[in-house]
């Protein structure tokens, strides 16, 4: 059953609804019964969610049912803010650039998924590589880190949500940026498709990929300050520590995703010509 792909999108499904049930339990239970802040509420919300895709990433032997985790987290949190704080247009804006990036993001996953016999080329080398310590970089490095950084970059948004700031001319422009980073990502990802389908190998050099080695990233990290700069606008430039999640998104993709991808394509050959003729965002 797990070699089949519609019965593995089944199990996937069912995990992160179990998750996200779990999620929403702790987050009740916290603000109702022991009156945590919002903050605090939402995030360790967001850690038991993410501890049950864990149990399941051990139960499989694949750390990839993590993998759309990444975007269905924040339109989740987004909406519990929604909820508590009621509506407004800000938060509205937020809530729907968010929502289009994570249903983009989540249709990619979703077209590339093939089953259970898939994990994502980094988990296995990460695997090889650390032996009897693969479970705790399991945990910590595949799991925990990347909830943290998106719950730090979805953070300016909740706030903004929470305090009820009003919309500016100056946040719908970052908020504008948000949707058209979206846009280019999906378009990136559509281009690379059909680069892989014609199996000519080599590396993509039309589209976006002509003047970008990772224009997929570029706008992920775009998309991230986008929401980060639109919120920080409306609450005042004096709240700009809400810019760190953006901020270390940014340099886990320079220092982290950007290297190991360059080091996996440094195998084909014409490689450092390459890297020499395209940027790297």
């Avoid at 702790?26 to 501890?51: E, G, K, M, P, R």
């Avoid at 903004?160 to 700031?165: H, S």
């Amino acid at each position: 059953m797990l070699k089949n792909r519609s019965s593995s999108l089944a199990i996937i499904v069912f995990v992160y609804f179990l998750a996200a049930f779990c999620g929403f339990f702790t987050y009740n239970y916290l603000t109702d019964i022991h009156s945590f802040s919002y903050q605090a509420a939402l995030f360790l919300a967001d850690v038991c969610a993410t501890l049950v895709v864990f149990i399941f990433s051990l139960i499989f032997g694949n750390a990839s049912v993590y993998d759309p985790y990444w975007s269905v987290q924040p339109p989740v949190i987004l909406a519990v803010a929604l909820a508590k704080a009621g509506p407004g247009s800000m938060g509205w804006l937020l809530f729907a650039a968010v929502l289009f990036w994570a249903l983009r993001l989540t249709a990619n996953w979703a077209y590339n998924f093939e089953s259970f016999e898939y994990q994502d080329w980094r988990y296995v080398m990460l695997k090889e590589k650390t032996g009897p310590a693969y479970s705790l970089i399991n945990l910590l490095g595949i799991h925990m880190f990347p909830t943290c950084v998106v719950y730090l970059c979805v953070l300016p948004a909740v706030t903004t949500i929470a305090e009820g700031a009003a919309l500016n001319p100056v946040s719908l422009i970052f908020i504008a940026l948000s949707f058209a980073s979206a846009v280019f990502q999906g378009i990136a990802d559509i281009q690379m498709h059909r680069f892989r389908a014609q199996k000519t190998g080599g590396f993509i050099r039309t589209g976006l990929w002509k003047h970008s080695r990772h224009p997929n990233y570029a706008c992920e990290i775009l998309m991230w300050w986008g929401i980060a700069l639109a919120s920080v606008s409306a609450l005042g430039w004096q709240r700009f520590c809400l810019l760190a999640g953006a901020l270390v998104n940014t340099l886990m993709f320079l220092f982290i995703s950007i290297p190991m991808a360059d080091k996996r394509q440094s195998r084909k050959p014409g490689f450092e010509e390459y890297k020499k003729a395209t940027r790297m965002l």
